[in-house]
């Protein structure tokens, strides 16, 4: 199974995962979904946490099939496009990729606050889906409590801003 990226219209990503579901038999498509995070907001001088989507306007099919995904999607009577698609090949999320959204989002698919502390120098993730993977945090923003993490293999993938709260630094 794999995952690729479908584009759609933009505030119909959900409406459009549950369609699927429902539509493309469950040979062709076994699960439609998007992915969320946490993000960290300062209003009227108080921190609170608000989940938004990660990808506005797109969403994640899983397939073992992607040509007859793309063939069954082609035939929808609304408009959904499979992205990286062309007449001979479709371009799946790198496996690093998903296997690191597998991990930080969970079961729920949404990416949680981290807390960390940055003592001496060095960086530790105390809490949350973000522990383990100091290695993978390139960037740090103490005072907007963000972080841009590498997603997928080196030199190929991309960076993903994440929420991390860093309460102690020494």
Request: with cysteine; glycine share 6%.
């Amino acid at each position: 199974m794999r995952w690729y990226l479908v584009h759609t219209p933009m505030s119909m990503e959900h409406a459009t995962a549950d369609k699927l579901l429902k539509l493309i038999p469950k040979n062709l498509l076994a699960d439609a979904f998007t992915l969320s995070k946490e993000r960290w907001e300062k209003r009227n001088g108080v921190w609170s946490i608000r989940r938004v989507q990660m990808y506005p306007e797109y969403l994640f099919v899983v397939s073992s099939d992607a040509h007859g995904l793309n063939s069954a999607l082609q035939k929808l009577s609304f408009h959904v496009d499979l992205v990286g698609a062309t007449e001979r090949s479709i371009m799946p999320l790198s496996e690093d990729a998903r296997a690191f959204f597998e991990r930080v989002a969970g079961s729920e698919r949404v990416i949680r606050s981290s807390t960390a502390v940055i003592l001496h120098g060095e960086l530790s993730v105390t809490d949350g889906p973000l522990v383990g993977c100091e290695a993978l945090i390139t960037k740090v923003d103490r005072h907007k409590r963000r972080c841009w993490v590498r997603v997928g293999e080196p030199g190929r993938g991309f960076l993903e801003t994440l929420p991390l709260d860093i309460p102690i630094k020494t």
